[in-house]
C-alpha cells in the first residue's frame, strides 16, 4: 500500500523560530493535507494542497504541493507556545476520499 | 459550533462488554469515516461510508461494526472489546474528494 514518510518525528525549539516539516510518498496523491491535533482533540485541517507546485498560505503557515505530487513541505514562521502539537500530513487518493497519514511530527515549543 | 459532534467524549467498558460510539454531523457531508487512534500513532481508518454505501477496511476486525441510519449519524459498535481496543476514536466527515473534518473523538479504555 501507499506510505509516507513524515520527517522529523519531533522538534524542539524555542518561541520566535521558524519550523520546516516535510512528508514525501513513492506514489502520486490527488491533495495533499496538512493536520494539527493537539491533546485529547481531533485533528484540524489547517492547509490543503490541490494543484502540484501549489504553494498556500494561513497565518503564519505556509505549505507546498511539490512538483512531482509526490512531496509537501509545511513551515511555521515565528512559532508561539500555542503551536505545540502533532503535524500530520496526508495525501489524498486520485480514485476517491480515502487519505494516508504520515506518522506525525510533534512539535514543542519553549517559551 | 462543532460541526462533527462525538459522544461520549469519553468511554469506561468492561472487557467484553458491547459499547456503541456515536458520532453527528451539521455538516451534510456525504461520506462519513471512523479512525482508530493509539497513543502518538497516525489515525488508522476502520470504515467509511459513501451515501449509504458501507466500506470495510480489510484490516478490520470482524468486531468492530458501523451504522449509518441517516445522513447526520453514524455509529461505531464494538461487540466484544478487548484490552487491545483501548484507544481513541475518531469520526470524520467530508463531501466526496474533498478534505475531511473531524470531531474531537471518544476516548475509549477497557477495564
Known amino acids: 500500500g501507499q506510505q509516507l514518510n513524515q520527517s522529523p518525528q519531533s522538534m524542539f525549539i524555542q518561541e520566535g523560530e521558524d519550523v520546516s516539516m516535510n512528508c514525501t510518498s513513492s506514489?502520486?496523491?490527488?491533495?495533499w493535507l496538512w493536520y494539527k491535533q493537539e491533546p485529547g482533540e481531533g485533528p484540524v485541517l489547517l492547509i490543503a494542497?490541490?494543484?502540484?507546485?501549489e504553494l498556500t498560505s494561513n497565518g503564519r503557515l505556509t505549505a507546498q504541493f511539490g512538483i512531482t505530487r509526490k512531496d509537501s513541505f509545511l513551515n511555521i514562521s515565528a512559532s508561539i507556545p500555542s503551536d505545540v502539537g502533532i503535524y500530520f500530513c496526508?495525501?489524498?487518493?486520485?480514485?476517491?476520499?480515502?487519505?494516508?497519514f504520515g506518522e506525525g511530527t510533534q512539535l514543542t515549543v519553549n517559551p | 459550533d462543532a460541526m462533527v459532534i462525538q459522544n461520549p467524549r469519553y468511554q469506561v467498558t468492561q472487557f467484553g462488554k458491547p459499547v456503541t460510539l456515536s458520532c453527528s454531523q451539521t455538516?451534510?457531508?456525504?461520506?462519513m469515516y471512523w479512525y482508530q487512534q493509539k497513543s502518538s500513532q497516525a489515525p488508522k481508518l476502520l470504515f467509511h461510508?459513501?451515501?449509504?454505501?458501507?466500506?470495510n477496511e480489510a484490516d478490520t476486525p470482524d468486531n468492530f461494526q458501523s451504522r449509518r441510519p441517516n445522513t447526520s449519524f453514524c455509529f461505531l459498535d464494538i461487540r466484544s472489546p478487548g484490552l487491545g481496543d483501548a484507544a481513541m476514536y475518531l469520526c470524520?466527515?467530508?463531501?466526496?474528494?474533498?478534505?475531511?473534518?473531524f470531531g474531537d473523538g471518544t476516548r475509549l479504555s477497557i477495564l
Open positions: 455538516l451534510n457531508h456525504n461520506v
Open positions: 494542497l490541490y494543484k502540484a507546485g
Open positions: 506514489s502520486i496523491f490527488n491533495t
Open positions: 496526508a495525501g489524498q487518493e486520485t480514485s476517491g476520499s480515502r487519505l494516508t
Open positions: 461510508y459513501y451515501d449509504k454505501d458501507f466500506n
Open positions: 470524520a466527515t467530508s463531501r466526496a474528494y474533498q478534505p475531511q473534518h
